[in-house]
């Protein structure tokens, strides 16, 4: 019998979408599966949906209903403390998966003996466009450093969907590895980040077997449409990024990483405070941010040659920032 696999799907109103997920997910061609479908306290029928659609097939699941809303990453987390399988996958309600997607990414784990692998996606469209292939840019051998796929992330050349990556459970575990609760944007990236920091080894394929789809109720589309809004997602994935620095600072035995993070990743979350106060239209915060003098020392470290070569939109935000302020600030108050 080859290793259980729980498939970890957290919902909120998804109604109208899971049935699709979830028959993608019955319909692959690994053998033993669990599906564990979190029901975030859906004000619609997606727990009853979800119901019917596996109790007709022969996929082991569970349905877990949280009493009251707690997002996503805690859906997250609430599949990861109920799942039995040796190996994880975390897919969104609204998504598929081609038929070999979970057979593929556990043969690379065994195959390459390591605890991480990961696959390439599509992006679907609902509205009829025409399917865009987003396969990992990385060429072979299709096994890492999980040193050197962080770096590659971190850099924004290898950046795969956080659904697309299968992970041993143990290895989850032993590292203590779980989303930050209570973040609602931001969550996938600082905990794939996390995962790869620790990994010794890690597999991939180019093929693109994770299904991303597009659709008009899809959060991305329809969940920050307002200022406040906006301001409130950015003041989010800003917490996320100082959390993810913190992380690779302390559990990071890479030279390599430990230096992109002091001189790029930590001025950037500097860059980000400064932002934050400008599109919040708040000039006296925005200037009170110069007095926090470890603050405008870690800004400095962007205004270096690494900084410029690696990540030149960061050197030119910190210049302008540090010799320019008030033309950055009007810049970012037009939010």
Excluded at 141 to 146: A, K, L
Excluded at 157 to 177: Q, T, W, Y
Excluded at 292 to 299: G, H, P
């Amino acid at each position: 019998m080859p290793h259980l696999i729980s498939v970890i799907v957290p919902a909120y109103n998804a109604a109208s979408r899971i049935k699709f997920s979830l028959e993608s997910i019955i319909s692959q061609d690994y053998e033993n599966i669990e599906i564990i479908v979190v029901d975030d306290a859906s004000t619609d029928n997606t727990g009853k949906i979800a119901r019917e659609i596996l109790s007709s097939s022969s996929r082991p699941f569970k349905i877990i209903t949280h009493e009251h809303n707690r997002g996503e990453c805690a859906s997250r987390n609430t599949g990861l403390e109920n799942s039995g399988g040796d190996y994880v996958l975390l897919m969104d309600a609204d998504d598929m998966a081609e038929k070999n997607f979970i057979s593929c990414l556990y043969s690379l784990i065994i195959k390459y003996n390591c605890n991480v692998s990961f696959c390439g996606r599509v992006d679907r469209f609902t509205d009829g466009k025409k399917d865009i292939q987003k396969p990992i840019n990385i060429k072979p051998p299709y096994i890492r450093t999980g040193e050197e796929i962080l770096y590659l992330r971190l850099r924004d050349i290898a950046a795969p969907h956080m659904c697309a990556v299968m992970m041993s459970r143990k290895f989850i575990e032993d590292n203590g590895l779980r989303y930050f609760d209570g973040t609602c944007w931001a969550g996938d990236v600082e905990f794939q980040i996390k995962v790869f920091c620790c990994a010794d080894k890690i597999a991939f394929s180019d093929k693109c077997l994770y299904i991303y789809m597009h659709h008009s109720e899809m959060g991305s589309l329809s969940g920050v449409n307002t200022n406040e809004k906006k301001i409130r997602r950015y003041e989010v994935n800003t917490g996320a990024s100082e959390r993810t620095a913190e992380f690779l600072l302390e559990h990071s035995n890479s030279e390599r990483i430990k230096k992109f993070t002091e001189n790029i990743l930590m001025p950037q979350n500097i860059i980000r405070k400064f932002t934050l106060s400008a599109m919040k239209n708040d000039k006296n915060e925005y200037n009170s941010n110069f007095k926090n003098i470890n603050d405008i020392k870690i800004l400095r470290r962007a205004l270096s040659f690494y900084t410029f070569r690696q990540k030149p939109e960061a050197f030119f935000k910190a210049l302008m920032i540090m010799f320019i302020p008030s033309i950055y600030y009007k810049m970012r108050s037009k939010f």
